[in-house]
């Protein structure tokens, strides 16, 4: 089972929110779309399950188109920011339409999530806070046990604790039921430690789309004092350098040298992937990974 998207263009007005998008999501593996607000993560999943119309290009589900087609938008669920219910409709009567959508909701699993997190059943949906709101998703998401979970920035409105239970119960419901899981989001420290395959859009464009551990190969932090450093330096791809004191850290693009290569008083380390999804952003050049 995969998902492709093909050449898909969107403008809003003067804004091209989307340009020549191109990418797939295969079978049972869970994937990051990382992006700052505004780089067109939203967009692209809004056109994957044809609440917004692409200017251009095309989608498809094993090779069948997805627009206007019920069969394969069933097998998608998405957790978007909007809200489609009802004015009156209560959570529980929200659950219990589930099935009526999706043919393997288990509405077992929803009142026990909903238990779990303190989900108020009898509460009008429009009603709940910002956070309960975002509760009420993903236990909607989590019980549909669709082949594909589209999560846009699911832990919006979360207080630290709510998001902690929120990843946990991702992983829990991924090994119980494997399924693909694309989670959309900018917090990228929060997500690194979950996802497999990194897809990072910026100003409507994938710029990378690899797996993790293959895009962190190609960079590097190096520290210790500004003057050893500023020589080590010389002639390398540096990203970025960050000054405390008299001791400097420099994110430098390329394979990390092995320790015996340093000078003495340099420590080498890993760029992690909030680090490297930073320096990205802020230098466009680092190497590694598929476009």
């Not at 097998?75 to 589930?98: I, S």
């Not at 993903?138 to 979360?158: H, I, K, W, Y």
């Not at 003057?227 to 080590?232: G, K, R």
Request: glycine letters at 10%.
């Amino acid at each position: 089972m995969t998902i492709r998207v093909k050449n898909i263009s969107k403008s809003f007005g003067q804004t091209k929110a989307l340009d020549q998008v191109s990418l797939e999501f295969g079978e049972q593996k869970i994937y990051g779309l990382l992006g700052n607000n505004g780089a067109g993560k939203s967009t692209l999943l809004n056109i994957i399950t044809s609440r917004y119309i692409a200017d251009s290009g095309e989608v498809t589900l094993d090779g069948e188109s997805m627009f206007d087609n019920d069969n394969a938008i069933g097998r998608v669920y998405m957790l978007g920011e909007k809200d489609y219910y009802p004015e009156n409709m209560k959570v529980n009567e929200a659950l219990k339409w589930g099935s009526r959508f999706y043919p393997n909701f288990d509405l077992e699993l929803a009142y026990e999530l909903a238990e779990r997190f303190d989900l108020p059943l009898k509460k009008k949906i429009l009603s709940l806070s910002t956070g309960y709101k975002t509760i009420f998703k993903f236990v909607m998401a989590f019980s549909t046990n669709a082949d594909f979970l589209l999560l846009d920035e699911p832990v919006l409105g979360l207080d630290a604790q709510h998001r902690d239970m929120f990843y946990k119960l991702l992983i829990e419901r991924y090994s119980e039921n494997p399924c693909t899981i694309v989670v959309s989001t900018h917090l990228i420290a929060e997500v690194a430690s979950i996802i497999e395959h990194c897809v990072i859009i910026k100003n409507g464009q994938i710029i990378k789309d690899a797996p993790c551990e293959e895009l962190l190969q190609f960079g590097y932090s190096i520290s210790g004092t500004a003057n050893q450093l500023d020589e080590y330096l010389q002639g390398k791809e540096v990203l970025s350098v960050e000054s405390l004191g008299g001791l400097k850290t420099a994110y430098v693009g390329g394979v990390a040298p092995q320790a015996g290569e340093l000078p003495a008083g340099l420590e080498v380390g890993k760029l992690n992937l909030q680090d490297y999804f930073i320096q990205l952003m802020n230098s466009g050049n680092i190497k590694g990974g598929s476009k």
